[in-house]
């Protein structure tokens, strides 16, 4: 092995390089995950369906906060998966199964909330009510 091989585990020396390591968390998050990759256009489209109905700027804030809500439940959902990964690898473990399966449950609670805000948003302007 040599020397440029050998990585080393140290803090971040400045804002600017704890911000590059999150965007690096972005990537991984765009590249490696299908679910993730999922909700991202599945938001750009929410956004873009929003600016078409000219909704209000309270209903801005309601649907930005189910997008950014599911969104993070996705991260945490991830997170909670490498974790039990790292820990576990391959063996099948009871608990690994309840921290993923609980894990995956908050990404389906979001998005329950996430329909919930679509429906009391769109549905009145689409139906004239
Ligand atoms: N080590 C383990 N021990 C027991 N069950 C596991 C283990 N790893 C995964 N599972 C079970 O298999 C399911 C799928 O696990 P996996 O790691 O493939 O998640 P995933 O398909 O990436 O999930 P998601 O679709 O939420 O991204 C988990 O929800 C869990 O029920």
């Given at each position: 092995m040599g020397l440029k091989d050998k990585k080393v585990v140290r803090k971040n020396r400045s804002f600017a390089e704890s911000f590059k390591h999150?965007?690096?968390g972005l990537v991984i998050l765009c590249?490696?995950?299908?679910?993730?990759r999922f909700h991202l256009i599945a938001s750009l489209i929410v956004v873009i369906i929003s600016?078409?109905?000219?909704?209000?700027?309270?209903?801005?804030?309601?649907?930005?906060?189910?997008?950014?809500i599911v969104l993070i439940a996705e991260v945490v959902?991830?997170?909670?998966?490498s974790?039990?990964?790292?820990?576990?690898?391959?063996?099948y473990d009871e608990i690994?199964?309840?921290?993923?399966?609980?894990?995956?449950?908050?990404?389906?609670?979001?998005?329950?909330?996430?329909?919930?805000?679509?429906?009391?948003?769109?549905?009145?302007?689409?139906?004239?009510?």
């Open positions: 999150a965007f690096d590249k490696t995950e299908r679910n993730f600016f078409i109905l000219k909704i209000d700027l309270s209903q801005w804030v309601w649907i930005l906060l189910a997008i950014f959902n991830t997170l909670c998966e974790i039990v990964n790292l820990i576990v690898g391959n063996k690994a199964k309840k921290a993923k399966d609980v894990a995956a449950a908050g990404v389906v609670i979001a998005s329950i909330f996430a329909a919930i805000i679509g429906l009391l948003v769109y549905v009145p302007i689409i139906f004239g009510l």
